[in-house]
């Protein structure tokens, strides 16, 4: 679906992923629900910094950017530089308030810790959004590294969490990989295990948000901080 935001053309796009952004429209690789969805989260930090993994083709990152004039927002994916995502970023004056780093990981700790300290330095940042692999280990990974660096209070979303549950993901390339609600699981384990990390894990049907509560910035690892009486889990 085509729309127009500010003068600017955007394109919702939830099937075809080969599409790229051109000069003339700028692909956003999410429902338009989700879009809207981020602005209850925004909302409770007038001046929030945010943190974006997996920008795809630069369209939630640039019309996100237009509709909160007062937020400042850094990105971060593992495709290569896309030049006219970062043209149109240049011809709208975003230039000072969205960075986008290519070819980076979202499991990179260093590069990660280092983006974060350049760009929000004691700031830090109220709001991460995950829509990057929406592979398991990528995504704990992700996690274990991103979620300690989020200021108090904040709110990690993690975008496509129920993918292994959906009619198109039950054969194919899919088919084999460990599904993303084993991480979910351990979080929702987490938080009795470790009481004063995180105050709440909400799901909803197409994405989870973790808030929250205090820790200290060091990378978290949630085998050794999870407490199930000496057993494994069995991945689903």
Not at 20 to 48: C, R, W
Request: net charge negative; proline share 3%.
């Amino acid at each position: 679906m085509d729309f127009t935001y500010k003068g600017v053309n955007f394109h919702y796009e939830n099937t075809d992923f080969s599409k790229t952004t051109t000069a003339d429209t700028i692909i956003v690789l999410k429902p338009e629900g989700f879009l809207h969805m981020y602005d209850q989260y925004f909302n409770q930090f007038p001046t929030s910094n945010v943190l974006e993994i997996g920008v795809f083709e630069g369209g939630s990152l640039i019309y996100q950017a237009l509709r909160h004039p007062e937020l400042q927002f850094v990105g971060i994916d593992i495709r290569k530089k896309s030049d006219i995502v970062l043209d149109h970023i240049k011809r709208l004056g975003l230039e000072d308030r969205i960075k986008i780093y290519y070819e980076t990981s979202q499991d990179d700790e260093k590069a990660i810790r280092q983006i974060v300290l350049e760009n929000f330095g004691d700031a830090g940042f109220d709001v991460v959004s995950d829509d990057a692999s929406h592979l398991y280990q990528l995504s704990k990974s992700c996690f274990e590294i991103v979620f300690p660096l989020l200021n108090d209070g904040g709110f990690y979303i993690l975008e496509d969490w129920a993918w292994a549950h959906w009619e198109g993901f039950q054969s194919g390339k899919w088919e084999n990989q460990p599904a993303l609600t084993n991480l979910l699981i351990e979080i929702m384990m987490l938080i009795p295990s470790q009481p004063g990390l995180m105050h709440s894990l909400d799901t909803f049907p197409a994405h989870a948000v973790m808030r929250k509560k205090t820790s200290g910035k060091e990378r978290l690892n949630l085998d050794a901080l999870i407490k199930k009486r000496g057993r494994e889990l069995v991945l689903v």
